[in-house]
Structure formats: structure tokens, C-alpha cells
């Protein structure tokens, strides 16, 4: 079993900036793909980013793309997302997960096995 805890989020100004962690325990994950998912209030839970398990493959959604990056460090089982020049549209829970597998399938939720608690990240105008 893998748990995930992520940190991180908090209140931010629009044009402001945040680092949200997602540690790892349980077990290791340097073999498994990342993601970050986030869900806003009334809203479907949707992908945000993604991370191969070395890193040299990452993906993102458009609205994110240009400001936001996903990385990793194998060592202390951790994933990150670094996410810049915020916007009231970020305002979500933010969620990390692993997928054991690949991937392939970084924006279907029901690759994912395993799921973070959330944390909320939250941008005023």
C-alpha cells in the first residue's frame, strides 16, 4: 500500500506562486507515474499534470501549461508542483495519485491506484 500526503497549498494573490509536496509512505515510488489532479467546488475532478517515473516523460493540461511544473525526487519519495502566476480559475482541491503502471493513461482517474487527502489552494482577484 502506498499512502500519499499532500502540503502545500494555502491562500494566495493572483500573479503569486505555491509549491505543493506529495510525500510518500508505504512503500517506494520511483517505478511508479505521477499526476496531480485538482477538483473546484461544483466541478468534476480533472487532471492538472503528470510524471513518468523517471521524469523524462511529464504532461499537462492547457490551462496549466506555461506555468505550472511537476517533478519529483526519487530519494525522498516525494512529487512536487511548482505553480506560478496563480489565477482565481486554480482556486481547487489539489490532489496527487500513483499509478503503478505507466503513463500511457496520465489523464484517466481510474488509472490511478493510489490518491492523496488533498490539499486546498485557494487565489483571490
Known amino acids: 500500500q502506498v499512502q500519499l500526503v499532500e502540503s502545500g497549498g494555502g491562500v494566495v494573490q493572483a500573479g503569486g506562486s505555491l509549491r505543493l509536496s506529495c510525500a510518500a509512505s508505504?512503500?517506494?515510488?520511483?517505478?511508479?507515474?505521477m499526476g496531480w489532479f485538482r477538483q473546484a467546488p461544483g466541478k468534476e475532478r480533472e487532471f492538472v499534470a503528470a510524471?513518468?517515473?523517471?521524469?523524462?516523460?511529464?504532461h499537462y493540461a492547457d490551462s496549466v501549461k506555461g506555468r505550472f511544473t511537476i517533478s519529483r525526487d526519487h530519494a525522498k519519495n516525494t512529487v512536487y508542483l511548482q505553480m506560478n502566476s496563480l489565477k482565481p480559475d486554480d482556486t481547487a482541491v489539489y490532489y496527487c495519485?500513483?499509478?503503478?503502471?505507466?503513463?500511457?493513461?496520465?489523464?484517466?482517474?481510474?488509472?490511478?491506484?493510489?490518491w492523496g487527502q488533498g490539499t486546498q489552494v485557494t487565489v483571490s482577484s
Open positions: 495519485a500513483a499509478d503503478p503502471r505507466s503513463i500511457v493513461f496520465y489523464l484517466s482517474r481510474e488509472e490511478y491506484d493510489y
Open positions: 508505504g512503500r517506494s515510488i520511483t517505478s511508479y507515474a
Open positions: 510524471i513518468s517515473w523517471n521524469a523524462g516523460d511529464t
